[in-house]
């Protein structure tokens, strides 16, 4: 039979079919091969054996959160406590683009800043939406309702941003375990230990633990500047320009003259600079 690996503890694989759950083992020949199964794995499976006995095909797969076959990327962005991060926002965009993961950014806490402090975090949001990702707020059921639907969506960003608070908004009969944010460390405990695949809204989303740090460990320069899709809309007269030195490169001018904004370019050359190390 063929299922859906839905949550992962220690040996054991939740596996759904059908509207029913099986608690699945996987035949030794995978730790051999160093096959690792994920959430989120269509496979084939004994139903009465309760054993994985193959892993299909995968759209895409991650290693942090460990996640495959997901459609679309909720990035949880928090205006504060903790503080709204653009590094962390495109270390996020990057991964996304590099697996070809539609992104939603999802924005939180706006309810504890001030009018004119809205006013900044929405006119560089903006750059966002021109350049096609959804921007929306967490008190907008409805439409992240919508967004869900038909989709594999994965729920992700900086702990304690508020990831749980969100999902249990969406349907508190998850009633999953939420933490607070540290005042003196700036970042969340991490409140969700294992990742979960839910049916929710005609569609799948997945809660994952947070985390803090991000790296490109794996991913090349040209996967890195790939995944800056504004780049793409200045060509550059240099062939695999990696748009950092060259004097008439295409891309460092619309930087220069306001049409990309500064902080996406900075971040674009601290990330290939970290990638080199």
């Known amino acids: 039979m063929q299922g859906q690996i839905i ?6 694989h939740v596996v759904s079919c059908d509207g029913e759950l099986y608690l ?20 084939i499976f004994h139903p009465e054996k309760k054993v994985i006995e193959k892993i299909l095909p995968r759209k895409n797969e991650f290693c942090r959160p460990r996640v495959s076959n997901i459609d679309q990327a909720f990035l949880i962005t928090s205006l504060i406590h903790p503080d709204f991060s653009l590094s962390l926002l495109d270390r ?41 990702y959804s921007v929306v707020s967490n008190q907008d059921l409805e439409k992240i309702k919508e967004l869900i639907r038909g989709k594999t969506s994965v729920f ?44 929710l809204y005609d569609g799948k989303v997945m809660d994952t633990p947070g985390f803090s740090a991000l790296d490109f460990y794996g991913y090349s320069k040209d996967d890195i500047r790939e995944a800056f899709i504004e780049f793409q809309q200045f060509p ?6 990696t748009h950092t030195k060259e004097e008439e490169c295409s891309v460092k001018r619309a930087v220069f003259e306001n049409h990309i904004m500064s902080s996406r370019y900075q971040n674009y050359l601290k990330f290939i600079g970290e990638e080199e190390k």
């Open 7 to 12: 949550k992962i503890i220690s040996d054991l």
């Open 92 to 132: 996020l965009i990057v991964l996304m683009e590099i697996h070809h993961v539609s992104v939603v950014i999802c924005i939180t806490k706006e309810d504890l800043l001030t009018q004119e402090q809205l006013a900044d975090v929405y006119q560089q949001l903006n750059y966002y939406r021109q350049l096609g």
């Open 156 to 199: 992700t960003g900086q702990t304690g941003a508020g990831k749980s608070t969100l999902l249990n908004r969406l349907n508190p009969d998850w009633n999953l375990e939420t933490g607070e944010v540290s005042l003196a460390l700036g970042r969340g405990k991490h409140t969700t230990r294992v990742v979960s695949l839910f049916e």
């Open 24 to 43: 699945c083992k996987c035949r030794g020949i995978f730790r051999k091969d160093h096959i690792v199964p994920l959430v989120g794995d269509y496979v």
């Open 236 to 241: 550059c007269p240099f062939k695999n320009c």
